[in-house]
């Protein structure tokens, strides 16, 4: 039905077309499995290549976290059960000034595109959830003259994930989506019938304990999208 993963199968077409579109302003898009139930890994996010995804089944690029998720992904399914996770994006070369900063900001944008997938449950980007719990002189960017950039300027760092005021402001956008357990589960649920009688239902079929590593491509590719949008939308901009 319409909660099929194969809905994404669309997408995914469309994304690979808005990706060699996007490369040609010299914008990538990677992404990955970043967590798995409690396993997670603290890769530095720009320095992950589709290489290092694309080595191990469960599209984690650290090696050792991805041997552990491979081990409990199986174990998952042996209990019967389900077990959701992390999907990290990083999106280097978008520049200045993509998104508005009311109703099209880029990261409302991007949330919307990222909920809409199935088992999406959760959108954060730059500090996240983390930020709320500091103060603003830990969270703020600060930026420092750079005559080694074009633009004479860099920021020193990237708390706001690359977007400020819903623009983009030439620093990577770095965001993440949280993917629930699946809700079919390979063993006995209760519930009641439609008489509102206790009963039990037991799920048939091929069901996966873990839809996260086949998330990372439906993620980048609905990034690749709502980026293109945006890089439309501002070459018919004018200020």
Known sequence: GRSSARDTASRVVAGAVAR??????GVDIVAY??????????????????AMVEKSPTRCPDPKIAAEIEKLIPSVKADGDTVGGIVTCAVRGVPPGWGEPVFGKIQ?????AMMSINAAHGFDYGMGMDGATRRGSEVIDTWRPD??????????????????GG???????????AFKPVATLLREIRTVDKTGQ???VSARG???PCVVPRA???VEAMAAMTLLDCALIARCSRL
């Open 167 to 177: 623009i983009s402001n030439r620093e990577p956008i770095v965001f993440r989506v």
């Open 147 to 164: 005559p080694a950039d074009p633009r004479g300027i860099s920021a020193e760092t990237n708390n706001s994930g690359g977007i400020q």
């Open 206 to 208: 091929r069901h996966d």
């Open 216 to 218: 990372v491509p439906i």
């Open 198 to 200: 206790p009963t039990t």
């Open 20 to 25: 060699q579109m996007l490369a040609t302003l």
């Open 33 to 50: 499995t970043s967590a798995v139930g409690n396993i997670s890994t603290v890769t530095d996010s720009l320095s992950v290549t589709r």
């Open 108 to 112: 409302v944008r991007l949330a919307e």
